[in-house]
T-cell receptor, first 112, second 116 residues
Framework: DVKVTQSSRYLVKRTGEKVFLECVQD?????MFWYRQDPGLGLRLIYF???????EKGDIPEGYSVSREKKERFSLILESASTNQTSMYLC???????????FGSGTRLTVV | GENVEQHPSTLSVQEGDSAVIKCTYS??????FPWYKQELGKGPQLIIDIRSNVGEKKDQRIAVTLNKTAKHFSLHITETQPEDSAVYFC???????????????FGAGTQVVVTP
């Protein structure tokens, strides 16, 4: 089975800090995604990447950036964390030519 | 881009009864419609999906129907059990040259509670 691993289950950060959320997948998938999940809003796409060093903005990219230096790793960066970025963050991957997404377990980030 | 609406937001059913969740989508170019189940503390897991060239698909106690003309699709769970309690998300995947291509758009989710 494909495994998508998010390095932290829970994070607490202070306002203004630079925050890195890490995601690693072990099945050589080309496409990787970062979503945030908020009650009543479902999952909203922040950024996605279809290849190493390639990135595309999703629906809510403001305040975030991403990095994909290696195929298996996709990092989400909060340049200066704010309280409105308190949320559950979900990483997913998908192989090229397939529709099926595999999600990680999520990172619950609290910004205080 | 694609917009997916999901109803109801919460659904309480007695064990053994059926549950139905409905979603509508806006982009007629969307061609793949998965359903995900998210249990507490876990990421979403795919439970069933349907493509635009199929009207209905069934897997044991769960089924999905798709009406392309009306642009809506539904999840049906029969003989519900307590372990069906979770949040369920519908999603639509854009296709072709639209800006939705390759990106799953999710509904807001339905909290299903199955009471014994």
């Amino acid at each position: 089975d494909v495994k998508v691993t998010q390095s932290s289950r829970y994070l607490v950060k202070r306002t203004g800090e630079k925050v890195f959320l890490e995601c690693v997948q072990d099945m050589d998938h080309e496409n990787m995604f970062w979503y945030r999940q908020d009650p009543g809003l479902g999952l909203r796409l922040i950024y996605f990447s279809y290849d190493v060093k390639m990135k595309e903005k999703g629906d809510i990219p403001e305040g975030y950036s991403v990095s994909r230096e290696k195929k298996e790793r996709f990092s989400l960066i909060l340049e200066s964390a704010s309280t409105n970025q308190t949320s559950m963050y979900l990483c997913a991957s998908r192989p090229q030519g397939s529709d099926g997404y595999t999600f990680g377990s999520g990172t619950r980030l609290t910004v205080v | 881009g694609e917009n997916v609406e999901q109803h109801p937001s919460t659904l309480s059913v007695q064990e053994g009864d059926s549950a139905v969740i409905k979603c509508t989508y806006s982009d007629s170019a969307s061609n793949y419609f998965p359903w995900y189940k998210q249990e507490l503390g876990k990421g979403p897991q795919l439970i069933i999906d349907i493509r635009s060239n199929v009207g209905e698909k069934k897997d044991q106690r769960i089924a999905v129907t798709l009406n392309k003309t009306a642009k809506h699709f539904s999840l049906h769970i029969t003989e519900t059990q307590p372990e069906d309690s979770a949040v369920y998300f519908c999603a639509a995947l854009g296709s072709g040259t639209t800006d939705s291509w390759g990106k799953l758009q999710f509904g807001a989710g339905t909290q299903v509670v199955v009471t014994p």
